[in-house]
């Protein structure tokens, strides 16, 4: 089992940056696809990026593609979002999780292995 923590969020105006970081423990971080979702107030959680175990195969959601970078660092058991040029709609928790494969990960938000405990991000207009 994993255990995940992220750490990041905050405010910012549009346009602005920022990186969010998921921290597992566990020596089995390698294995897992990893991804980041997120939820706005009333609204359903969405994928916004995933990653394979590896960090080869990265996948977006269309509306965050060329403003949000994944990445992980294996021998750090981190991963990363990277967001730039953010918006009024960014605004939500954003949460890190980890899946068996990137096919989980990308299908399903009940067979997920763990999940962190949300960090908020809210960008003003």
């Known amino acids: 089992q994993v255990h995940l923590v992220e750490s990041g969020g905050g405010s910012v105006q549009a346009g602005g940056s920022l990186r969010l970081s998921c921290a597992a423990s566990?020596?089995?971080?390698?294995?897992?696809?990893m991804g980041w979702f997120r939820q706005a107030p009333g609204k359903e959680r969405e994928l916004v990026a995933a990653?394979?175990?590896?960090?080869?195969?990265?996948y977006y959601t269309s509306s965050v593609k060329d403003r949000f970078t994944i990445s992980r660092d294996n021998t750090e058991n981190t991963v990363y979002l990277q967001m730039n040029s953010l918006k009024p709609e960014d605004t939500a928790v954003y949460y890190c999780?980890?899946?068996?494969?990137?096919?989980?990960?990308?299908?399903?938000?009940?067979?997920?292995?763990?999940w962190g405990q949300g960090t908020l991000v809210t960008v003003s207009s």
């Open positions: 999780a980890a899946g068996r494969s990137m096919l989980v990960i990308t299908t399903t938000l009940n067979g997920l292995d763990a």
């Open positions: 566990g020596r089995t971080f390698s294995s897992y696809a």
């Open positions: 990653i394979d175990w590896s960090g080869t195969n990265t």
